[in-house]
């Protein structure tokens, strides 16, 4: 069993540490124009790396594991990575969590802006609201994730977002089906034996379910991304509010 679980660990942050960041959602649909208007495109100097959300007027929430490819902007309010203006980008300073690897958990980071996000009487974005300590997740509900990149494995990014209805996982089925080496505060969602969900490189993005931002994209099984034999797995929001509400009311990282 250790020799499987190490051998598990060792080909999730090989694959991650290959193409760990941009987004990619399988089997999903063109976002409409008016949802989801919290995302954000986490760049560096040459694009895109990572998915995020906005929680705040001066806060994005994405991954931990993103920080490596050292994050200099956030774009928001666009659907589309070709239509940007310079009134949609804003440079970011990493908040980060005490985090080693992804199954070490705590995977999640929050980027403070350099300026404030206009939202009063803004129609292009809005932030996403998080969830209460003790939200009870159900199996089989119905949730979404989103993120700009390949829609089918080993494909091209694409420019305009894409979203993909997910069903929770029970906690207990998605250990065991990962051999119990899953960090203690994850939500399991979508790629169980489903075509839809996230490929390798989604990371940051939200699971949003009833309209809150439940989750973090944090890792799947990179090699079988359109019919995955584990389920995706999402840091759980929940468990870090303690740590993220004092930043986002005092807008300094700790």
Same mark, same amino acid.
């Given at each position: 069993?250790?020799?499987? &679980?190490? +051998?598990?660990?060792f080909? /999730?942050?090989?694959?991650?540490?290959?193409?760990?960041?941009?987004?990619?959602?399988i089997?999903?649909r063109?976002?409409?124009?008016?949802q989801?208007?919290?995302?954000a495109?986490? &760049?560096?100097?040459?694009?895109?790396?990572c998915?995020g +959300?906005?929680?705040?007027?001066?806060?994005?929430m994405?991954?931990?594991?993103?920080?490596?490819?050292?994050?200099?902007?956030?774009?928001?309010?666009?659907?589309?990575?070709?239509?940007? *203006? *310079?009134?949609?980008?804003?440079?970011?300073?990493?908040?980060?969590?005490?985090?080693?690897?992804?199954?070490? %958990?705590?995977?999640?980071m929050?980027?403070?802006?350099s300026?404030?996000?206009?939202?009063?009487?803004?129609k292009i974005?809005?932030? /996403?609201?998080?969830?209460h300590?003790?939200?009870?997740?159900k199996?089989?509900?119905?949730?979404?994730?989103?993120?700009? %990149?390949?829609i089918?494995?080993?494909g091209?990014?694409?420019?305009?977002?894409?979203?993909?209805?997910?069903?929770?996982?029970?906690? *207990?089925?998605c &250990?065991?089906?990962?051999q119990?080496?899953?960090?203690?505060k994850? /939500?399991?969602? %979508?790629?169980y034996?489903k075509?839809?969900? /996230?490929?390798?490189?989604?990371?940051?993005?939200?699971l949003v379910? *009833?309209?809150?931002?439940?989750?973090?994209?944090? +890792?799947?099984?990179n090699?079988?991304?359109?019919?995955?034999?584990?389920?995706?797995?999402y840091?759980?929001?929940?468990? +870090?509010?303690?740590?993220?509400?004092?930043?986002?009311k005092?807008k300094?990282?700790y």
């Open positions: 069993m250790h020799a499987l &679980q190490g +051998f598990l660990l080909q /999730i942050l090989t694959l991650l540490g290959h193409n760990a960041l941009g987004s990619q959602i089997k999903g063109k976002a409409e124009k008016k989801m208007m919290y995302m495109s986490v &760049q560096d100097n040459n694009g895109h790396i998915g +959300f906005l929680v705040s007027e001066y806060f994005v994405t991954a931990a594991h993103c920080a490596p490819k050292n994050p200099t902007s956030v774009v928001l309010g666009t659907h589309n990575l070709k239509k940007v *203006d *310079d009134t949609m980008r804003y440079d970011v300073k990493m908040c980060k969590h005490s985090f080693n690897d992804v199954l070490s %958990g705590n995977d999640i929050l980027l403070k802006l300026r404030k996000a206009r939202l009063e009487g803004n974005i809005k932030p /996403i609201k998080l969830p300590p003790k939200i009870n997740l199996e089989n509900k119905t949730c979404i994730v989103a993120g700009w %990149g390949a089918k494995s080993n091209e990014s694409v420019d305009e977002l894409q979203v993909v209805d997910v069903p929770i996982i029970n906690k *207990d089925r &250990q065991s089906v990962w119990n080496i899953l960090p203690a994850v /939500i399991c969602a %979508g790629g034996f075509n839809k969900g /996230i490929c390798q490189g989604d990371s940051g993005g939200p379910c *009833d309209n809150l931002a439940v989750g973090v994209v944090s +890792f799947n099984n090699k079988i991304c359109d019919y995955p034999n584990v389920p995706n797995v840091t759980d929001i929940s468990k +870090f509010l303690s740590w993220i509400k004092p930043i986002l005092k300094k990282c």
